[in-house]
């Protein structure tokens, strides 16, 4: 196995897989590298085989994350960050169709709500190092479900192909009255 090679690379010790038999973690840590290993319920059936997990990571700051934080979008309305970036991935905050400048929504139209949301998670992107293209989930959350059609016209000319996944859900209520409010997970370089 290819992890193997790499554990003798780093001098650490062979490990026994066959002796978790139970769901624990085991993990072996060096100075700029940490490898863990999981193995969940080793026993074998029919239906599934024995696995195990390996991770190793070579940067001392692998685990670290990083709050993003941009005045060319709205300020989080809480005690969270517009963005998090954390092990080469993105993840933003619910946006809201709120101008940056004012605090105030753009007018009361799901329309118009919809591209200030949009243009506001393109201010987050670029300043987290990360674009359209760059977005791997979105999760739309809409005030009112008939607004689908109407949201989708506009969401389309933002995300290039493949578009990325996303779900879409009707709420009982978002921040501020919002029509809308959309987050995302993007990969960074």
Not at 117 to 139: D, Q, R, W
Not at 145 to 169: C, H, Q
Request: with cysteine; charged share 20%; hydrophobic share 45%.
């Amino acid at each position: 196995m290819a992890w193997c090679a790499a554990a003798k690379s780093l001098h650490m010790p062979a490990i026994d897989v066959s002796a978790l038999r139970f769901r624990a973690p085991l993990a072996f840590g060096a100075e700029v590298c940490c490898v863990s290993l999981v193995g969940a319920n080793l026993r074998r059936s029919a239906r599934s085989p024995a696995f195990a997990s390996l991770g190793i990571s070579t940067e001392a700051s692998s685990g670290i994350k990083e709050a993003v934080q941009t005045d060319k979008a709205p300020a989080a309305l809480g005690p969270y960050c517009q963005a998090i970036k954390a092990n080469n991935m993105l993840f933003m905050s619910g946006v809201l169709g709120l101008v940056p400048e004012t605090g105030k929504f753009v007018s009361d139209s799901v329309e118009d709500q919809t591209e200030q949301v949009l243009k506001n998670m393109g201010e987050i992107l670029e300043a987290s190092g990360a674009s359209y293209a760059s977005v791997v989930k979105t999760t739309i959350m809409l005030a009112d479900l008939k607004d689908f059609k109407k949201v989708n016209e506009i969401y389309g000319k933002y995300f290039p192909a493949p578009a990325p996944a996303r779900s879409t859900y009707q709420v009982a209520a978002l921040p501020l009255d919002a029509r809308i409010e959309i987050e995302c997970i993007a990969t960074l370089q």
